[in-house]
């Protein structure tokens, strides 16, 4: 079983920045992947971003890419989202989730899944 918790989430004007962070408890080996899902209200939830708990792949959602970066601290077992450049659009309850496999970008291929953390950008 793998448990995820995330923080980091909270109101920021667009432009700005904000770090996600998700720790993970449980066991976790080095072929599991981590995502970053988002879920707006009324829309369903999309992938921004995933790596490989063990190696340095990683996936991007295009409306991300060269905005986000995701990155990993094996030692802390934690996960974390850099966000810059933040937009309107990117308001959303952000998930981390967990997988045993290669990096997805479907939600259903994910069997963990955190409690989200709110994010809201004001323009």
């Known amino acids: 079983q793998v448990q995820l918790v995330e923080s980091g989430g909270g109101l920021v004007q667009a432009g700005g920045s904000l770090r996600l962070s998700c720790a993970a408890s449980?066991?976790?080996?080095?072929?599991?992947?981590m995502g970053w899902f988002r879920q707006a209200p009324g829309k369903e939830r999309e992938f921004v971003a995933a790596t490989r708990w063990g190696g340095d792949t990683t996936n991007y959602a295009d409306s991300v890419k060269g905005r986000c970066t995701i990155s990993r601290d094996n030692a802390k077992n934690t996960v974390s989202l850099q966000m810059n450049s933040l937009k309107p659009e990117d308001s959303a309850i952000y998930y981390c989730a967990a997988r045993w496999g290669p990096v997805g970008v479907q939600p259903r291929m994910y069997s963990y899944w955190g409690q989200g953390t709110q994010v809201t950008v004001s323009s």
């Open positions: 449980g066991t976790i080996f080095s072929d599991y992947s």
